[in-house]
């Protein structure tokens, strides 16, 4: 006889273990929870290789509400994530995101900042001297007419602190961890029965959550027979030291595309190349040293003159799960399953939306609606139809 958990989810890094939390921590919920993981050092998961960050710096009111409500829980996270009076440490930095812009970039940031306002952001519009004034250290000869600066709410964190935090607070609430992968899943109409893992076991469930991320995702969904757009994409983070000390610097997002940000006594910065190919990228992590000697310290030196002179130094890759159809995540109950939820494809923002994401999966699941957030607009409907929800301010 196999086991019987009442919900199974698929996928145990931030995305997973916040789903097990919110649902362990729900007085309506007394079912058993299982989380498999992959691999439970997740030392390849994008959850522990992400720049980690968090910002409200986008153009879909949906995507401006979930990191509003992430920031609330990572500024409160002794309240929401302490086990027994430990706080964990997740050294949150509310540094802001600085988008800098020429002309026609400017009209987007100002359009963008229309519906921030509306939710109630708070990020301000500058024209090149207050940004001359605020940012002395930033060159704005090529044109530059102005940027958008979150004046709070939006910086950096650790990723893996708040990753640990939710799985050490989802097994304290009694969530069963194990170390295996869904190879196989028993759908018998409009259910999923049972998973067969890695070992062979086979585990019946009640609802079956994909939270896989790179990789896992667009496998474990054709499996339960709903295919996904969702294909793991390598990025690379490098690091860097300079010498000169440039006060109340950001997250600052270039023209273009190129990102930076402090990190200890340094910098780490990034870029992401255009690739909408539906193919993965394997799963080698060899850093692409040809996107900083090309891109990155170029634009970046241009931008920041004292970056004409910095030391290089370690560099990693991840992968990003990525959504081809708009680069957006896949919330919510999945295709035509009765009892089938997705939490995927959050291409790149998944630490961030974590939170909002996982508390809005266990409410679908408990309560069979949205309570919190209504997630609706990221739901896989949008994907069955083909009608992508566009997000102008993509990293």
Not at 80 to 93: F, M, N
Not at 219 to 232: H, K
Not at 304 to 330: S, V
């Amino acid at each position: 006889m196999s086991e019987h958990y009442d919900v199974v989810i698929a996928g145990g890094a931030v995305m997973g273990s916040s789903i097990a939390c919110h649902l362990a921590a729900d007085p309506n919920f007394s079912g058993r929870i299982l989380v498999i993981e992959r691999d439970r050092t997740y030392a390849s998961a994008a959850s522990a290789l992400s720049a980690s960050s968090i910002r409200q710096q986008f153009s879909q009111p949906v995507n401006i509400r979930i990191s509003m409500a992430g920031i609330e829980v990572l500024r409160r996270i002794e309240e929401h994530l302490g086990v027994e009076g430990d706080t964990p440490a997740i050294g949150l930095h509310e540094g802001g995101y600085l988008y800098v812009a020429h002309e026609e970039g400017m009209r987007v940031l100002e359009e963008n900042h229309q519906a921030q306002a509306r939710e109630g952001a708070d990020i301000a519009l500058l024209d090149a001297d207050a940004l001359a004034a605020r940012f002395p250290w930033l060159s704005l000869a090529d044109g530059i007419v102005g940027g958008s600066f979150g004046l709070s709410g939006e910086g950096w964190f650790d990723g893996y602190g708040l990753m640990q935090a939710f799985a050490r607070k989802a097994r304290a609430l009694g969530v069963d961890y194990r170390q295996a992968e869904v190879t196989d899943v028993a759908r018998v109409g409009a259910r999923i029965e049972a998973v067969v893992l890695s070992d062979g076991s086979r585990i019946a469930c009640g609802s079956l959550v994909n939270a896989c991320g790179a990789w896992g995702a667009r496998t474990l969904a054709g499996q339960c027979g709903v295919p996904i757009p969702v294909y793991a994409k390598k990025r690379s983070v490098f690091s860097f030291t300079c010498k000169d000390r440039l006060a109340g610097f950001p997250l600052l997002i270039d023209t273009s595309g190129v990102w930076c940000r402090p990190e200890g006594e340094g910098y780490i910065a990034g870029y992401s190349p255009d690739d909408d190919s539906e193919t993965d990228e394997g799963r080698d992590f060899e850093v692409n040293w040809s996107e900083y000697e090309e891109v990155i310290w170029p634009n970046l030196a241009a931008r920041i003159p004292a970056f004409e002179a910095i030391r290089p130094g370690r560099a990693w890759a991840g992968h990003y799960d990525m959504c081809l159809l708009d680069h957006n995540a896949i919330v919510g109950r999945l295709g035509d399953l009765a009892n089938g939820y997705i939490a995927a494809g959050f291409s790149g923002h998944g630490l961030q939306q974590s939170p909002a994401v996982g508390r809005g999966i266990a409410e679908l699941i408990v309560h069979g609606a949205y309570r919190s957030l209504d997630l609706s607009d990221l739901g896989h409907e949008r994907i069955i139809a083909g009608r992508p929800l566009r997000e102008k301010n993509i990293i």
